[in-house]
C-alpha cells in the first residue's frame, strides 16, 4: 500500500525541467513558431450579439493588397450532430462547427463570420475590414431571465429542451434540465429547527491564461494537414478539427506547443479549422493569432449562474433537507457545466433527504468553456455560504458544523457511488487546528471556512518508457504540460526504474509519435498518464529481469528488481554481479534488442479531492473596499508527487477564486457587446492585492493510484468564493451572496442592512 512505501525521489522538490526554457525565452508557444512562405491570418467578427447573416461579399477583400484567400462558412462541410467525447466541457460536434465559423446566424458579439489570409497581418486585419456582411439584427437575449421568460427570443430556432418528464414539443432557450435526488424532502424540512433560503448569483468569468490562443495549420498534399497549437489536448483539437473539416482524424497531425496557461479554456476549438482551410486555399501556412481583446470577446468563458438554494438544519447542525435549482449560462450553444455543478454542489455531506435540479440555459455569449472543476465553484459558493450562515444563526462553529455532517469513507455519493479513502475530515481537523484558525483576528475583520470537492477523472491515456544505451530514460507522453507534469512523470519514472530523476527527461509529443490521451484536464494527467508511466516502466523492469534470467541461466522467479539493477533472489545458487539498468542498455544489442516499455490504459479509481479554505478580510464600510489581510488553502492531494507544484496549484487556485468573488465579471452592454474585453478593465488579482497564500497539503493516499495520487489541479479554486464572502459577510455584518463583492456591491449590501 502507499501508506507504507519508503520514497526514494517521489515527494521531492527537484528543479522544473522546464524552467529555465521558460525564464530565459528559449520555450517556444503558439504565437512563435515559423514556417517558410507562412500567411497571416485574421478574423472577420460580427458587430452584434444575435443576427441572420444575409449576404456576403468577399469581392472587395480578395483584391486587397496581400490577399491570398478568404474563408466564409460556405467552405466548410456540413457537420452532423454528435457527442463529443472525453473532453473537459463536452458539448456537440454540429454546434462546435457553428461557433468555429457562424452558419446563417451570429449568435453572440464577436462570433466569427470570415477569415483571410493575407501577406502580413496588418493587410489581412485591412482586407476583413473590407469584406461587406448584411445582417438583419434581432433582440439579444443576456441574462437567465431574459432567456427563460415566455415568449424570449429565440437563439436556436431548432432546439428543445432536453431531460423533461415528457419530451419537449416547442423550441426554447432551456437546452436541458439535469435532475436527482433522495429520501423524503417534505419530512426532512419537516424536521428542520432552521432553514436557510437565498438566491445566490455568480458572474461570467474569464479563466485569465496569459497566452492568447494561437495556431498555424499547414495543408500538405493529399489532403493531409498539420497543425501546430497551443492546447490542453493535441488529441482533442485533432479529433474536433477532423470532424469540423470532415476529414479523417488519421489525415490530420498536431503538434503542441507550450503552453502559457488555460485553466480549461484551451481544451476547445476556435482558430485551427479556419487556419487549415485558409492554407488549403492559399496552399500555404497560415498562422493565426487571437488579440486579448478577441480572446474575451470571442473564446468560452465559465459561466454565470443562478442558483436558488434551500436547507434545513436541525439544532445540534445536522442537515435535515436540501434542495436547489442550479441555471447556468451556457452562452450561445448548449453546454455549461451544470452537470459537474449538480454532482458538486451537496457532494461533501451526508443529505438524506435531497433535490437538486440543473438547468442548462442559452444566453447571446460566447459558448461557455471550462475553467477548472468546470461548474463546482458556483455550485459550492451556494451550499458553503448557507452552511456558514446556519452555523451563525445555531451557534456552531463553521468548522464544526461541517464535521458533523461530513462524507466518511464507505458513505455514498450524492452522485452515486461510494467514497473510498477520502480527506474530508482530515482537511476540516486540520483547518481547525490550523495557527490562522486559533489566531485573534483584528478588529473589523471577518472569518470565512468553506470546503472544496471535484470528483475528478481518469480516463484514457498512453505512455512509452525509451531506455537508452547509457541508461538514461525517456519518458514518450501526449499531455501539454500545464501543471507540472513533466516533472511528475519523471519523479515516478524515477521512483518506479529506481534510477536517479536527473537521468530521466519527459517529452510531450505529438499526435502521430504518442500513443493517444485525453485532454490536459479535470486533474486527471498526474493520475492516468502518470499510471501509464509507471506501468510503462513496470514493462521495462520485467524485461530486464528477464534478460537477467536468461544470461543467468535461471527462471525469472528467481531475479528480483532492487535499487535501479536486477539482483538475483536472496538464497538463490547463480555466482553474478546485479545488472543495473546502464548495463542492461549497454548490451541491448546481444539480449534481445532495445528496452521500450509501452502501456496504454483507461484509468478508473480516480479519488474525488477535498479542501478547506480560510478567509480573513476587512471591509471598508465607507467605500466598500475589502482587502483580504489573510488566506489559507488545505487540501487533499493523496500523495503530493512534487510538493512545491502541488502548492502552486493551491495559491493559484485561491488566487483565482478570490479574483472571481471580488473583481472579475464580464460586463455588457444593453446591446450584448461586452465593455471591459482586456486586462485594463477586467480586473485580475495582482501580487499587491493578496497576502501570502498559506498551504498545507493533506496526504490520504488513493488505492486506485500506485503511489496514491490523486489530482489537485481543479479543487483549489471551488472553496475561495464562498470562504472570501463568508469572509466579508462577517465583516460587513450583513449576508452578500450575489458575486462579485465589488465595493458598488458591497455599498449596496450595507445600506440594505
Not at 28 to 53: C, K, N, Q, T, Y
Not at 638 to 665: C, D, F, M, R, T
Not at 687 to 703: R, W
Request: with cysteine; charged share 20%; proline share 6%.
Amino acid at each position: 500500500m502507499s501508506e507504507a512505501m519508503d520514497f526514494r525521489v517521489i515527494g521531492t522538490r527537484p528543479v522544473r525541467p522546464d524552467g529555465v526554457d521558460k525564464v530565459t525565452g528559449r520555450a517556444s508557444f503558439g504565437a512563435d513558431f515559423s514556417l517558410p512562405g507562412m500567411l497571416e491570418g485574421a478574423v472577420l467578427r460580427s458587430p452584434h450579439a444575435h443576427a441572420r447573416i444575409k449576404r456576403i461579399d468577399v469581392t472587395a477583400a480578395l483584391g486587397a493588397p496581400g490577399v491570398k484567400a478568404i474563408v466564409t462558412a460556405e467552405d466548410f462541410p456540413s457537420v452532423a450532430a454528435g457527442a463529443i467525447e472525453g473532453g473537459e466541457g463536452g458539448g456537440d460536434f454540429a454546434d462546435l462547427a457553428g461557433n468555429v465559423i457562424a452558419r446563417g446566424k451570429v449568435r453572440y458579439h464577436g462570433h466569427a463570420v470570415a477569415a483571410v489570409a493575407a501577406q502580413t497581418r496588418a493587410q489581412a486585419l485591412a482586407a476583413a475590414a473590407l469584406i461587406e456582411v448584411e445582417y438583419e439584427s434581432l433582440p439579444p437575449v443576456l441574462s437567465l431571465d431574459a432567456a427563460l421568460a415566455d415568449n424570449a427570443p429565440l437563439i436556436d430556432e431548432a432546439l428543445k429542451t432536453k431531460g423533461l418528464a415528457e419530451p419537449a414539443t416547442t423550441a426554447s432557450n432551456l437546452a436541458s434540465v439535469i435532475e436527482m435526488g433522495g429520501g423524503d424532502l417534505a419530512a426532512g424540512f419537516a424536521e428542520a429547527d432552521l432553514v436557510i433560503e437565498r438566491r445566490y448569483q455568480t458572474p461570467t468569468v474569464h479563466q485569465g491564461y496569459i497566452e492568447p490562443h494561437a495556431c498555424v495549420g499547414r495543408w500538405v498534399q493529399d489532403d493531409q494537414a498539420m497543425l501546430w497549437c497551443s492546447t490542453q489536448g493535441a488529441f482533442d483539437v485533432r479529433s474536433m478539427t477532423a470532424k469540423v473539416l470532415g476529414q479523417p482524424v488519421g489525415a490530420l497531425k498536431v503538434i503542441p506547443s507550450e503552453i502559457g496557461g488555460g485553466f480549461g479554456g484551451k481544451t476547445t476549438i476556435y482558430l485551427e479549422p479556419l487556419s487549415l482551410i485558409l492554407s488549403k486555399k492559399s496552399g500555404r501556412p497560415v498562422r493565426m493569432v487571437m488579440s486579448r481583446e478577441e480572446v474575451f470577446r470571442a473564446t468560452g468563458p465559465a459561466s454565470a449562474a443562478r442558483l436558488d438554494l434551500r436547507m434545513g438544519f436541525a439544532k445540534d447542525g445536522r442537515i435535515t433537507a436540501a434542495e436547489v435549482t442550479m441555471a447556468y449560462e451556457a452562452g450561445a450553444f448548449p453546454g455549461s457545466p451544470v452537470g459537474p455543478g449538480t454532482m458538486c454542489v451537496f457532494a461533501p455531506y451526508r443529505i438524506a433527504n435531497f433535490r437538486i435540479k440543473g438547468l442548462d440555459v442559452l444566453v447571446n455569449k460566447p459558448k461557455a468553456a471550462a475553467y477548472r472543476a468546470p461548474g463546482a465553484p458556483q455550485a459550492l459558493f451556494a451550499t458553503e455560504s448557507a452552511l456558514d450562515e446556519a452555523a451563525e444563526k445555531l451557534g456552531l462553529d463553521p468548522i464544526e458544523l461541517r464535521l458533523r455532517n461530513a462524507v466518511e469513507e464507505g458513505d455514498a455519493a450524492i452522485y452515486g457511488p461510494k467514497f473510498g479513502p477520502i480527506g474530508m475530515r482530515a482537511c476540516l481537523e486540520a483547518a481547525a487546528k490550523h495557527p490562522h484558525y486559533l489566531r485573534a483576528k483584528e478588529a473589523g475583520v471577518g472569518r470565512g471556512v468553506a470546503v472544496g470537492f471535484w470528483f475528478n477523472v481518469g480516463l484514457q491515456s498512453s505512455a512509452e518508457v525509451h531506455i537508452n544505451e547509457d541508461g538514461t530514460v525517456t519518458v514518450i507522453e501526449g499531455n501539454p504540460d500545464i501543471g507540472g507534469s513533466r516533472a511528475s512523470m519523471a519523479l515516478m519514472a524515477a521512483e518506479t526504474l529506481g534510477v536517479p530523476y536527473e537521468s530521466v527527461r519527459v517529452v510531450v509529443a505529438d499526435t502521430e509519435t504518442a500513443g493517444f490521451s485525453n485532454v490536459t484536464g479535470g486533474s486527471r494527467v498526474t493520475f492516468a498518464t502518470g499510471m501509464a508511466v509507471v506501468e510503462a516502466s513496470k514493462d521495462i523492469i520485467a524485461q530486464c529481469c528477464s534478460r537477467a534470467a536468461a544470461l543467468w541461466s535461471t527462471d525469472q522467479e528467481m531475479v528480483e528488481w532492487r535499487d535501479g539493477a536486477v539482483h538475483p533472489r536472496p538464497g538463490v545458487n547463480v555466482d553474478a554481479q546485479p545488472l543495473s539498468l546502464k548495463d542492461l542498455a549497454g548490451q541491448a544489442g546481444r539480449m534481445g534488442g532495445p528496452l521500450l516499455g509501452k502501456a496504454s490504459l483507461n484509468a478508473k479509481g480516480a479519488g474525488p479531492g477535498f479542501s478547506v479554505n480560510l478567509c480573513d478580510a476587512l471591509v471598508d464600510k465607507e467605500t466598500g473596499r475589502v482587502e483580504v489581510k489573510a488566506f489559507t488553502a488545505i487540501q487533499d492531494a493523496g500523495k503530493a508527487i512534487h510538493p512545491s507544484y502541488v502548492e502552486g496549484q493551491l495559491q493559484g487556485g485561491a488566487a483565482q477564486g478570490i479574483g472571481w468573488a471580488l473583481n472579475e465579471e464580464y460586463v455588457y452592454s444593453a446591446d450584448g457587446v461586452m465593455e471591459n474585453a482586456g486586462f485594463l478593465d477586467y480586473r485580475v488579482p495582482v501580487a499587491s492585492d493578496l497576502p501570502m497564500i498559506e498551504t498545507q497539503i493533506i496526504e490520504v493516499p488513493n488505492p486506485g493510484h500506485p503511489y496514491g495520487v490523486r489530482g489537485v489541479g481543479e479543487t483549489p479554486i471551488v472553496a475561495p468564493l464562498a470562504a472570501v464572502a463568508n469572509a466579508v459577510s462577517a465583516s460587513a455584518g450583513v449576508r452578500l451572496t450575489e458575486l462579485p463583492l465589488s465595493p458598488p456591491r458591497v455599498l449596496a449590501g450595507l445600506d440594505q442592512a
